[in-house]
């Protein structure tokens, strides 16, 4: 083995190494991205669920607003 078949090896195993590392990160990456993901699509639907029950209690208290009014005018007439 000659000194240029070394050097080809050790830079062959250097790319190999870096190429693994590479990958490695690579997946934490895209694991990360799907937990990021799916947290921000459940906070998400719980703030949409929060505003549907605010509404829904906001239009309650309107229509008991509008029965003693509608109460109010008949108990006038």
Do not use: H, P, W
């Amino acid at each position: 083995m000659n000194r240029l078949s070394k050097i080809f090896l050790v830079i062959i195993i250097m790319l190999v190494i870096a190429l693994g590392v590479m990958t490695y990160y690579y997946i934490q990456l895209r694991n990360l991205c799907f937990d990021t993901t799916n947290l921000l699509i459940e906070i998400q639907n719980q703030l949409i669920e929060k505003d549907n029950k605010d509404n829904l209690d906001d239009n309650s208290l309107q229509s008991e607003n509008m029965s003693t009014d509608e109460n109010a005018i008949s108990a006038e007439e």
